[in-house]
Nanobody, 128 residues
Framework: QVQLKESGGGSVQAGGSLRLSCVAS????????MGWFRQSPGKKREEVAM????????LLADSVKGRFAISSDNGKKTLYLQMNGLEAEDTALYYC?????????????????????WGQGAQVTVSS
């Protein structure tokens, strides 16, 4: 079992920055696929970024490339999402997730259904 808790959400103006944190507990952290997803009202949950915490794989959605970065502090069992250049379209509830799957490479699965554990979400609101 993995428990995840996000923090760091808030309200910012367009062009601003926020950093989300996700603290994991309850299971091994250093060799897992972890990711950030987001969901806006009326839209499907979508991938934002994911990484293998053992190193060697990160992936960012095209919509956030060049603006967002995913990272991990394995000693603190904490996943981060640094968000710069925020746009109104980034407004959403952001979820941290962990998968029991690690694909060859290693690489991480991209499907929402492949992620087994979820945090409660952190709201990010960007005003234009």
């Amino acid at each position: 079992q993995v428990q995840l808790k996000e923090s760091g959400g808030g309200s910012v103006q367009a062009g601003g920055s926020l950093r989300l944190s996700c603290v994991a507990s309850g299971s091994a952290y250093s060799s897992r696929c972890m990711g950030w997803f987001r969901q806006s009202p009326g839209k499907k949950r979508e991938e934002v970024a994911m990484m293998y915490t053992g190193g060697g794989f990160t992936l960012l959605a095209d919509s956030v490339k060049g603006r967002f970065a995913i990272s991990s502090d394995n000693g603190k069992k904490t996943l981060y999402l640094q968000m710069n250049g925020l746009e109104a379209e980034d407004t959403a509830l952001y979820y941290c997730a962990s998968s029991d799957i690690v694909l060859p490479g290693p690489t991480c699965p991209r499907g929402i259904d492949d992620y087994d554990y979820w945090g409660q979400g952190a709201q990010v609101t960007v005003s234009s």
